[in-house]
C-alpha cells in the first residue's frame, strides 16, 4: 500500500511540475502580450499562430546558448545558485492542496514561510558569487527588500490563520464555502498582495533589477542556461503567490473551475500593475515596509485575536 501510496505521490508532483513549468511558459507569453496593448503595439505574433510557440522557442534559444562564465567568479555557487532557486520555488508548490491529496500535510502554511525565506539565500549567493558590483548591489537590494516584506507578509497570514486556527491549506477551503475572507480582510487582502509583488520583485518594486542604475541586478552575469533557470524561477513565484492570494482570501476552493480564473486573474494583475505603475524609490519602500505595512499588519493581528477569544467566550 505504501508503495502505491508513493507511487501517487510521485506522479502527482511530476505533473504538478510539468503544470507549473508549462504555466510559466504562457505566463511570459501573457506578459508580453499584455505589456504590448498596454503600449499600443502589438506583442509576439511572428512565431506560429498569433505567436503562441513563443515561449519554447525563447527557452530552444536560451538553453542552447553558450554559457559565459565571468574569470574571477566563485565557480560552483556561480553555477548551482541559478539551481537553487528554481529548486525552491517549485518545492512551493508542494504545499499547494491537491485533488490527489499530494502531501496533505498540515503544516502548510509553515513549510512556506519555511521555504520562500530559504530562497533569500540563492538570491545572495548568485549576488555575491558572480564577484561583480552591480550584481552584488542588485543581490543585497534584492535581500534587504524580501526579507523586509517578509515580516509583514507573515503578519497578515497569521491573521488569516488566527481566523482558521490551522495551518492546513485545506482548511481555507472549508471555512471559505459561503463567504470570501477577503470581505472580512479588505485591507490585509491589499497588503498581501503589495507583499507579494516585493516577494517576487515586481514592479514597482524591481529594485534588484533597476536597469537605470544596476543593469540586471542580481543576474547581470548569467546568461544561458542560469538567466533562464532564474527566470523560471521568478515567475514560478509570480503563479505561486498568485494561487496563495486565491486561497487565502478568494473562496479557496481548488476543486472548482472558477478558482483558475480567479488564479489567471491574479497573475494578469501582476502584469497589469507592471505595465501600469512606475519604479518605487527605495527609502520609500522600506518605509511602506517598516512604517505602514508593520503596524497595520500588527494591528490586525490583535483585532483577529481578540475577535477569535470573545468568539470563544460567547461560545463557552
Keep these: ?74 565557480f560552483n555557487m556561480y553555477y548551482m545558485a541559478p539551481i537553487f532557486n528554481l529548486f525552491f520555488s517549485l518545492i512551493l508548490w508542494l504545499c499547494m492542496p491537491f485533488f490527489s491529496i499530494l502531501f496533505n500535510f498540515n503544516l502548510g502554511v509553515l513549510f512556506f514561510l519555511c521555504v520562500s525565506s530559504l530562497s533569500v539565500y540563492s538570491i545572495m549567493i548568485s549576488g555575491w558569487s558572480s564577484n561583480s558590483n552591480y550584481s552584488l548591489l542588485g543581490g543585497m537590494r534584492s535581500v534587504a527588500q524580501t526579507i523586509s516584506y517578509e515580516v509583514s507578509l507573515s503578519l497578515v497570514l497569521l491573521c488569516f490563520l488566527f481566523m482558521i486556527l490551522s495551518l492546513n491549506m485545506n482548511m481555507f477551503i472549508l471555512y471559505q464555502q459561503y463567504l470570501w475572507l477577503f470581505y472580512l480582510m479588505i485591507p490585509l487582502s491589499f497588503i498581501m498582495i503589495v507583499s507579494g509583488l516585493a516577494e517576487t520583485n515586481r514592479t514597482p518594486f524591481d529594485f534588484a533589477e533597476g536597469e537605470s542604475e544596476l543593469v540586471s541586478g542580481f543576474n547581470v552575469e548569467y546568461s544561458s542556461g542560469g538567466f533562464a533557470l532564474i527566470f523560471l524561477s521568478e515567475y514560478s513565484s509570480i503563479l505561486f503567490m498568485s494561487m496563495l492570494c486565491c486561497i487565502l482570501f478568494m473562496g479557496g476552493n481548488i476543486y472548482s473551475f472558477s478558482f483558475f480564473i480567479k488564479l489567471g486573474f491574479m497573475s494578469f494583475l501582476w502584469v497589469w500593475v507592471r505595465g501600469t505603475l512606475p519604479r518605487f524609490r527605495y527609502d520609500k519602500l522600506m518605509y511602506l515596509a517598516w512604517k505602514s505595512f508593520l503596524p497595520v499588519s500588527l494591528n490586525y493581528l490583535f483585532f483577529f485575536l481578540g475577535l477569535k477569544l470573545l468568539y470563544f467566550t460567547l461560545i463557552l
Design 1 to 74: 500500500m505504501l508503495f502505491k501510496d508513493m507511487i501517487l505521490m510521485f506522479m502527482s508532483s511530476l505533473i504538478l511540475i510539468i503544470s507549473v513549468l508549462i504555466g510559466v511558459a504562457f505566463l511570459t507569453l501573457l506578459e508580453r502580450k499584455v505589456l504590448g496593448y498596454i503600449q499600443i503595439r502589438k506583442g509576439p505574433n511572428k512565431v506560429g499562430f498569433l505567436g503562441i510557440p513563443q515561449p519554447f522557442s525563447d527557452a530552444l534559444k536560451l538553453f542552447t546558448k553558450e554559457s559565459i562564465v565571468p574569470l574571477m567568479s566563485n
